[in-house]
């Protein structure tokens, strides 16, 4: 956490030294964006090392196993988060904003797949088949965190949109004015 707290602080640091100089549009609006960026990806790596590392340590030492069924569930969660991380960070790099579009349009079929986890996860603790209490906590944990993931990964690719959409709001004519319709 401290290694990832002062890369954060470095980029942080870096990132005003450069709002400092003389910079033109659209520049001011991207280093804005890279400031956000830095944020989330600082709170991802929290929820990594205090959620989803701790939880799979747990899950070793005390020898928790999941269901195969929860097991593919929490596996088909993890390929979308995995498919939208490389899609965020490939529209962060190449300013794609179709890319984080797609991101965006992808969070009712992420979230239908944690609605299916919880569900299965749920109506197992209540069969007399649920594997205990440690299982059930470390299966939502888990489920909870790559939700978590996911959202800010979201917010990331809706920082890289809301750049491109503040740059085309500059300009766009004023209404009323004809002269641009002429």
């Known amino acids: ?8 602080d470095a980029v942080t640091l870096y990132l ?4 400092t100089r003389d910079l033109v ?3 001011p609006e991207r280093l804005q964006v890279y400031l ?9 790596a929290d929820i990594i090392e205090t ?12 020898d928790l196993d999941f269901t195969e069924e929860t ?26 904003k179709e890319k984080a579009k797609a991101v965006m349009d992808n969070k009712s079929r992420f979230n239908g797949l944690v609605e299916k986890a919880r569900t299965n ?3 197992r603790l209540k069969s007399e088949k649920s594997g205990g209490l440690a299982v059930y906590k470390i299966e939502t944990s888990t489920i909870e965190n790559f939700r978590r993931i996911h959202n800010l990964l979201r917010r990331i690719c809706k920082l890289i949109l809301g750049a491109e959409e503040n740059v085309q709001q500059e300009i766009k004519p004023v209404d009323g004015d004809v002269s641009a319709d002429q």
């Open 16 to 19: 005003r030294e450069l709002s």
């Open 51 to 62: 959620g989803v590392a701790a939880d799979s340590r747990k899950r070793l030492e005390k």
């Open 121 to 123: 996860v749920y109506n």
């Open 1 to 8: 956490d401290n290694e990832v707290d002062s890369l954060t």
């Open 36 to 44: 956000g960026v830095t944020s989330y990806l600082e709170n991802i």
């Open 71 to 96: 097991e593919d569930y929490i596996k088909d969660i993890y390929k979308e988060l995995y498919l939208a991380a490389q899609a965020t960070v490939e529209a962060l790099i190449e300013d794609d």
């Open 25 to 27: 549009d659209p520049q």
